[in-house]
């Protein structure tokens, strides 16, 4: 079998131009423009070039974007002091600041200063205790986004044997809350766990985010199931850089059912689920209808 890929590059293209749409109604029918808050701090480079990367994409959907670039030295009360007034700000209607943060900055402390009904990452305890508890919530992007592509490919997941290799706050974790909201069965798979192949091998849905190079093989992976390539990771092959995921695409590809490539999988999905949830988090603060289709 040679797996369907499923292309998260025209996915996301989809997703942005349902939130353009979305947003130019808000526009014309109720006189809103929803605008997203990016805070950076300091000059990681990677981190720059998300930012800019959100910005860009966050205008073209018709959003106000609102970016705060702070030096490396920012002190915490300024940094706190900064997402009090973003807060308070009623055109700010989602606030993410980019991590990883210098190290003299508590993380903790500084997303959970973040209005949860403005956290678009999904970060602060209160989102993360909600959806925990299977309540209304702001949800992680990049799981929102897998999440987006598997209801997509498979219609309904109830029943579904569900694995995902990595239990990070931003990725493993929510993924998993999620796909046992869609009832799905879910293994929760990491470094230390026992037989992993096998394990793996029971997945409908394997969900790789354990972020080492082409850790999950084919023969890894059940025939005909459905693979989500979370991972992205910059090596060096024949002298050459090369981005790759946690699969081994080809092997997995040989045996999967369906596959996200990398680049080009989940990665576009990201920013797509940042614009929808700041899309989400406008319409709650205005009592609207939430836009069908891009929340979990
Ligand atoms: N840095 C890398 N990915 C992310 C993300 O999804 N959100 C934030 N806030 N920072 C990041």
């Known amino acids: 079998m040679t797996a369907k890929v499923i292309d998260g590059k025209a996915f996301a293209a989809t997703v942005r131009a349902q939130v353009a749409e979305h947003v130019a109604r808000l526009h014309e029918e109720n006189g809103l423009q929803p605008g997203l808050a990016v805070v950076l701090v300091g000059e990681d480079p990677a981190s720059k070039v998300y930012v800019r990367n959100k910005h860009a994409s966050t205008i073209e959907v018709g959003m106000a974007s609102f970016e705060h670039r702070l030096d490396a030295e920012t002190g915490e009360a300024e940094l706190l002091a900064l997402i009090d ?13 980019q991590l990883p943060l210098p190290a003299h900055l508590n993380s903790e402390l500084v997303i959970n200063r973040i209005d949860p009904a403005k956290d678009v990452d999904g970060f602060h305890i209160s989102n993360v205790g909600l959806l925990g508890t299977g309540q209304k919530s702001m949800v992680p992007c990049t799981p ?7 209801r997509d490919h498979h219609g309904k997941l109830a029943g579904l044997n569900a694995v995902v290799v990595g239990r990070s706050n931003i990725v493993g974790k929510p993924m998993a809350q999620l796909l046992l909201g869609d009832s799905c069965t879910v293994t929760i798979a990491h470094s230390r766990t026992k037989d992993l192949a096998e394990v793996c091998r029971r997945a409908d849905i394997l969900v790789a985010a354990v972020g080492r190079p082409e850790m999950i093989t084919g023969d890894m992976v059940r025939p005909g199931a459905t693979v989500i390539d979370v991972g992205i990771n910059r090596i060096e092959r024949d002298g050459k850089a090369k981005l790759v995921g946690d699969v081994h695409y080809a092997s997995a590809a040989a045996v999967a059912g369906a596959i996200t490539p990398v680049p080009g999988g989940v990665g576009p999905m990201t920013i797509a689920c940042l614009l929808a949830n700041t899309l989400t988090a406008c319409c709650r603060a205005n009592g609207l209808a939430e836009p069908e289709g891009l929340t979990a």
């Open 85 to 97: 007034s973003l807060n308070a700000d009623p055109k700010v209607h989602g606030i993410l600041v």
């Open 144 to 150: 929102l986004g897998c999440l987006m592509m598997l």
